[in-house]
């Protein structure tokens, strides 16, 4: 019987695909990268550097934002997460130009920046949805406390009438 076989990972082509490749026009990645380089980050508050000062050069704070943007509408809440996913996923590579900040950059960019970031995400929100591309009508908050159980045995249950 026939498998369907993948490509060689050591075969080399003499026109490599491009990140571009990988990531379709209608993929949201791309309203992200629009929308981002729309702004301006200094009227928004944002800590911006000149990149004179002496030390390591910094990153721009566009491409720190759009990680931040992409992994929060993914779900994608840890720094240490998020560095984890500059390095395998695609859609990141593509939107930040495989730049691979660490946890401790993606941690102080949210600190000193996070009055700013909880303004932009209100704004962004309130742009997909002018947009049509979200509702906004459903707002849940979930306030539920679950006392847990350590035990690796099932509770044992009982119904009395």
């Known amino acids: 019987m026939a498998y369907i076989e993948g490509e060689d990972r050591h075969q080399i082509y003499l026109l490599p695909n491009t990140l571009d490749d990988f990531v379709e026009e209608e993929n949201p990645v791309r309203v992200i990268d629009a929308y981002v380089d729309s702004l301006v980050l200094e009227e928004l508050g944002y800590q911006v550097y000149s990149g004179t000062q002496a030390g390591q050069k910094p990153y721009h704070r566009e491409y720190l934002l759009k990680l931040y943007l992409y992994c929060y509408m993914n779900g994608i809440r840890s720094s240490r997460k998020m560095e984890t996913e500059t390095n395998r996923n695609i859609e990141l590579m593509w939107l930040i130009g495989k730049l691979q900040p660490d946890h401790g950059t993606l941690s102080a960019f949210m600190k000193n920046n996070q009055s700013a970031i909880k303004k932009l995400f209100r704004?962004?929100?309130?742009?997909?949805?002018?947009f049509g591309l979200i509702d906004?009508?459903?707002?849940?908050?979930?306030?539920?406390?679950?006392?847990?159980?350590?035990?690796?045995?099932?509770?044992?249950?009982?119904?009395?009438?």
Request: glycine fraction near 8%; proline fraction near 3%.
């Open 123 to 130: 704004e962004f929100t309130l742009m997909l949805k002018g």
């Open 136 to 161: 906004g009508q459903l707002v849940a908050i979930d306030g539920t406390k679950i006392k847990a159980n350590c035990s690796k045995k099932l509770p044992i249950l009982s119904l009395r009438n």
